[in-house]
């Protein structure tokens, strides 16, 4: 099995590496002056390096990665009709969900 750890001594520039960038750079400008504007583009490299960890382990990884993405999507759509009684914000604007939500 891949080291997960080696991801911590390469970058692949790809398309997942610059959705990072761009993150974290929006999230910067977006809330320089306060600790969660800070701490979001933090929290975005956290999950850019533990997905990449994730994805060397093995050669099924990303099926299961998918899985699990969708399996949280369910969820939280559930949840919110189940105990909420009611819909999630990307129901009612999906732009402001993914842009808005760290």
């Known amino acids: 099995a891949a080291d997960p750890l080696a991801t911590l001594q390469e970058f692949d520039v790809n ?5 990072a960038v761009v993150y974290s750079v929006y999230y910067l400008v977006l809330d320089s002056g306060s ?3 800070v701490l979001s583009p933090i929290l975005v490299w956290a999950c850019y ?5 994730f994805f ?3 050669e099924h990884s990303m099926a299961v990665a998918v899985c699990m993405h969708i399996a949280g999507w369910l969820a939280q759509l559930l949840g919110h009709k189940m105990f909420e009684r009611r819909q999630p914000a990307l129901v ?3 732009g ?3 842009l808005m939500a760290p």
């Open 49 to 53: 390096l533990s997905a990449c960890a």
């Open 56 to 58: 060397r382990l093995g």
């Open 92 to 94: 009612e604007n999906l």
């Open 35 to 37: 600790f969660l504007g």
């Open 96 to 98: 402001q969900a993914l």
């Open 15 to 19: 398309a997942s590496f610059l959705a």
